[in-house]
């Protein structure tokens, strides 16, 4: 059976967020997609950008410089969604115009320390584990207040919003409470008006679930295997 083209996919897909998007009384505009192209050859996201693509998330800081360095002046733009180790906060200031991943202050500081070096203000989500699942990165619902309290400080940090990962995935109407969940802890924090700190993106839905996601209220959806098929 031959392939659908990651344009059909890419079309299909941005059917569905309209979809979903207009379903539950939201702008469609409001919901970008980020084509999730970790372990994904350069050339099929060369397809992509063709097709329209204009935002990509990585999660690994080699691959993805590798990858960087092929599309120098495509209007283009990179977030970083894995986990990120503090040593490698230098590449990934470098590299990335939002970092989904911030779950601590050690790697706050780290971040910001890395911006002020090259003068940047660098855009960054909070990465909430809802869940406290263990296995899993981000700050505990918990602490995540305190966590933006304090990066609220760090002055090359900007805090745009919120990111999580569910413990499920293709299973939207488990994974829904901890949007709604995620949605909420954004409202609180917008509510405190902390100076830095804006809850103007939320970043939460993959492949199985971003219609839920949508619905919860997801600014940012992160979909990888619908785009580009099965990884391996
Ligand atoms: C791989 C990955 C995705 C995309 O997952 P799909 O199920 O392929 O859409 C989204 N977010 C994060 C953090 C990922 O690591």
Redesign the pocket.
């Known amino acids: 059976m031959e392939q659908a083209s990651i344009k059909s996919r890419l079309e299909r897909i941005r059917g569905r967020i309209e979809k979903s998007a207009t379903s539950c009384g939201r702008d469609p505009e409001d919901v970008k997609l980020v084509a999730?192209s970790?372990t994904i050859p350069a050339e099929s996201i060369q397809e992509a950008i063709e097709a329209g693509a204009d935002i990509f998330?990585e999660?690994y800081i080699q691959e993805a410089r590798e990858k960087i360095a092929v599309f120098p002046s495509h209007d283009v733009s990179w977030h970083f969604?894995?986990h990120l180790q503090s040593n490698k906060a230098k590449y990934a200031v470098k590299l990335f115009d939002l970092i989904?991943s911030v779950d601590s202050l050690k790697l706050a500081r780290e971040l910001n320390k890395q911006a002020e070096k090259i003068g940047k203000i660098q855009q960054v989500l909070i990465q909430v584990n809802i869940s406290m699942e263990t296995t899993k990165s981000g700050v505990a619902g918990k602490d995540a207040i305190s966590l933006v309290r304090d990066i609220s400080q760090l002055e090359y940090l900007s805090v745009q919003g919120l990111m999580t990962?569910p413990p499920y995935?293709n299973e939207p109407e488990k994974t829904r409470p901890y949007f709604s969940e995620l949605k909420d802890l954004s409202v609180s924090i917008a509510n405190m008006k902390i100076s830095n700190i804006f809850m103007n993106e939320l970043s939460m839905g993959?492949?199985?679930d971003f219609e839920a996601a949508i619905e919860e209220g997801a600014t940012l959806v992160?979909?990888?295997?619908?785009i580009f098929g099965e990884?391996y």
Request: proline share 0%; charged share 15%; glycine share 22%.
């Open positions: 999730v970790k998330g999660n969604i894995g989904h990962m995935y993959m492949t199985g992160r979909v990888g295997t619908a990884r």
